[in-house]
């Protein structure tokens, strides 16, 4: 059975849309695009060292949806032999007696979440569905945003691949939709650190510690990473201490020595990339200034 009613929606956690109404007044459908019966975004998030893949699910189409799979493309036609899973790594913690836990998947109220096909095959797909039939379904232009699933490591195929809805009634059946990226957007980065001025000394090596200002659109915590740290003129094999490049390294020491007048810059540059893999660089330098010449002694 399927639940109509106000109550049932908003225990779904459903948005209304504006309605099923595709064309502007006065303007011929065939001038306008055509919209996707089902739009499926997604976008994902670092989590506590794991990455979390967030699903959104609207249904423009006339029909109401009854389960949707991540991972799954039928390639909308009849032939089963060519469908295919696209999903490489299992969410953490999966196993093949207890499935996905609780930890590392969100459902829409009345839903659950379980893996497909992880066992016969390389590839597997995820699939949330209804518990029984008095669960709410997915309602003509209706949203639904509590879909997730987490992971240990990234895979790039729970952003890019397929959705395969399957529809309550009607024909067809099911319908294959690409995922939909929903961000596109690199973080915003700024780079500190401190001291940012040091005055030359021979043989001192002093401690730097980096400190940054990062915003993301989705990612509360996009990853960081020191990519590079340069100078204005040649450096000895020792002149850079503790540094790890390619690791989210924010404390190393620079010898605090200049060869040149306008004294010498180190420059650090550092990485920050989001969850769904837009990545922004930002550079910050130090610089090592000569010590202020002794003032003269008055004569008599």
Do not use: C
């Not at 001038?31 to 499926?40: H, I």
Request: a negative charge.
């Amino acid at each position: 059975m399927i639940m109509k009613s106000s109550a049932a929606i908003l225990m779904f956690g459903l948005t209304s849309l504006a309605g099923p109404a595709f064309a502007d007044a006065g303007t011929s459908s065939a001038d306008k695009p055509q919209r996707a019966a089902v739009s499926v975004g997604v976008y994902a998030r670092h989590s506590g060292g794991r990455i979390v893949y967030h699903y959104r699910v609207t249904n423009y189409s006339q029909q109401n949806i009854t389960a949707v799979s991540i991972g799954r493309d039928n390639q909308n036609d009849a032939n089963p032999d060519n469908d295919i899973n696209e999903l490489s790594d299992l969410p953490s913690g999966w196993n093949s007696k207890l499935g996905i836990p609780s930890t590392s998947a969100n459902s829409p109220t009345g839903w659950h979440v379980s893996v497909i096909a992880p066992e016969e095959n390389a590839t597997h797909a995820i699939a949330w569905e209804p518990m029984n039939d008095r669960s709410p379904r997915i309602l003509t232009g209706q949203t639904v945003n509590k879909m997730s699933v987490t992971l240990d490591n990234p895979d790039n195929h729970y952003l890019s691949g397929h959705a395969l809805v399957t529809y309550a009634d009607g024909n067809p059946a099911n319908l294959t939709v690409p995922l939909d990226r929903l961000d596109f957007t690199p973080p915003s980065l700024t780079v500190i650190l401190s001291p940012d001025t040091l005055v030359a000394q021979n043989d001192k090596l002093v401690a730097i510690k980096a400190f940054f200002i990062v915003k993301d659109d989705y990612d509360r915590l996009p990853e960081i990473k020191l990519e590079s740290i340069t100078a204005n003129e040649p450096l000895g094999a020792s002149d850079i201490r503790d540094a790890s490049i390619g690791l989210d390294d924010r404390y190393f020491k620079f010898l605090a020595e200049n060869k040149s007048p306008a004294g010498r810059i180190y420059t650090v540059t550092y990485s920050a990339t989001d969850a769904s893999g837009n990545q922004s660089i930002a550079s910050a330098t130090v610089t090592v200034t000569k010590p202020p010449t002794p003032a003269s002694a008055p004569h008599d």
